[in-house]
């Protein structure tokens, strides 16, 4: 497979966007064919790698009933280098779209055709099934089905599959689509019974034209909303007692002066959970006022936990949204979107939805624009400079 070169795709027209970059169609000269194009967002090796290993597991896949990838594609950016992958384009787009555009309580879809596309995804799973070792997908749903022009079955989003001899457990999927063992250990490793649950459902929402468990999107939401910060709560609570008692085996040896007991130890523990707790705060002065805030690991779980906060406070959204663009964390398409309504908290709301899908590196990139433009407000999401952080409610 050689990569096409620069120049080689024209009339490119945007399909989608993600996490892992934009989706376009486009024409190859050298194909001499309509083509889908997934260009990579941003230079991280993670997401390259990522990439590539879409790319070895689409090649490995190579069955009639999975989207074949045709080529590889640089295109540089300024100082930049975009990589895509050159898939095939298919015409009537996903399963999904075809049930979202026709009311599948009708006979729009017919029974012949519902019929075809669960047996096509069947032959395709059995394929990857019984390579050496198994491929497993791993988010089989009707987003991932896509059809041709005459509506034949192309499996596709490979960036989850994984090899059966992996000793990575799976962290992601499409949560309705997963079977329960997946969510009862961290240590869960995906089998060919993930996928074939996942078909299970397929089946069912082909045959019903609904979607499973409309309710658990809006559920985790509510549930993230009002645990999220308990659980943060629990955490520094732990902290500060493992400091305390650390420092309390220390005094309590010194004034023993026991053999048994080594206060050194006590005091490097003690002194190394407060630098951690220390850390977790910091203060950040933009134009001369200082904010305190709460320096999350998780800044996706951050902005869920005030995603209705921040659009309800309205803040001045314009210069975010140019520097996400300057840093290369919008494309012009995204930023075309989200200003296609006039209403700012539309704007916001469709902000942070796309900044979550991208990941923790995108969202930590919003709270430094946030705090540098609406230091106040992040002040007012995180912890008053005169509140003990570890009793917050």
Same mark, same amino acid.
């Given at each position: ?6 120049? /080689?795709?024209? $009339? ?62 640089? $295109? ?26 026709? /009311? ?15 047996? @096509? ?17 791993? /988010? ?8 041709? +022009? ?11 599959? $994984? ?7 799976? $962290?992601?999927?499409?949560?309705? !689509? ?11 490793? %995906? #089998? ?20 499973? !468990? ?9 549930? *993230?909303? +009002? ?9 520094? /609570? ?15 040896? =010194? ?7 080594? %206060? ?10 407060? @630098? ?16 305190? #805030? =709460? ?14 906060? =921040? ?15 300057? +840093? ?5 398409? @995204? ?17 942070? =939805?796309?900044?979550?899908? +991208? ?26 400079? *005169? ?7």
């Amino acid at each position: 497979m050689e990569p096409l070169q620069a120049g /080689d795709l024209e $009339k490119m027209d945007q399909l989608g966007w993600g996490g892992f970059g934009t989706v376009y169609k486009g024409r190859s000269k050298k194909l001499s064919r309509d083509v889908a194009i997934k260009f990579l967002r941003g230079q991280s090796s993670d997401k390259f790698k990522n990439l590539m290993n879409e790319k070895d597991m689409m090649l490995k896949a190579n069955d009639t009933y999975v989207l074949r990838v045709l080529a590889t594609y640089e $295109k540089k950016v300024e100082n930049n280098v975009e990589y895509g992958l050159v898939m095939e384009y298919m015409h009537h787009g996903s399963l999904h779209l075809l049930f979202d555009t026709f /009311d599948s309580n009708d006979d729009f879809v017919p029974w012949a055709l519902r019929f075809q596309i669960l047996h @096509q995804v069947a032959l395709a799973m059995t394929f990857l099934h019984s390579l050496t070792p198994p491929i497993i997908h791993c /988010d089989i749903k009707p987003q991932n089905v896509l059809l041709d +022009q005459f509506l034949n079955v192309r499996l596709t989003d490979f960036g989850l599959a $994984k090899l059966e001899t992996s000793v990575l457990s799976s $962290k992601a999927g499409t949560l309705s !689509y997963m079977p329960p063992e997946a969510l009862e250990s961290v240590d869960y490793k %995906p #089998t060919k019974e993930f996928d074939v649950y996942s078909f299970g459902i397929l089946t069912w929402s082909v045959l019903s034209g609904r979607e499973p !468990y409309p309710e658990c999107a809006n559920l985790l939401e509510k549930m *993230n909303e +009002q645990y999220a910060g308990e659980i943060l709560d629990v955490v520094f /609570d732990v902290l500060k007692k493992l400091k305390d008692y650390f420092s309390k085996v220390s005094n309590m040896a =010194i004034e023993m002066e026991s053999p048994n007991l080594n %206060p050194m130890r006590a005091d490097i523990k003690a002194s190394r959970i407060e @630098q951690f707790i220390n850390n977790s705060r910091r203060d950040t002065t933009m134009d001369g006022v200082t904010v305190e #805030t =709460i320096v999350y690991e998780d800044a996706e779980r951050f902005l869920r936990i005030n995603f209705a906060a =921040i659009i309800k406070a309205k803040p001045e959204w314009s210069y975010i949204l140019d520097e996400l663009v300057s +840093q290369s964390i919008f494309t012009d398409e @995204q930023l075309a979107h989200v200003r296609s309504s006039d209403v700012v908290q539309e704007q916001i709301r469709e902000t942070l =939805i796309m900044i979550m899908k +991208q990941g923790k590196e995108s969202c930590r990139t919003l709270l430094q624009l946030m705090n540098r433009h609406h230091p106040s407000l992040m002040r007012a999401l995180t912890v008053p400079a *005169n509140v003990d952080p570890f009793h917050r409610r």
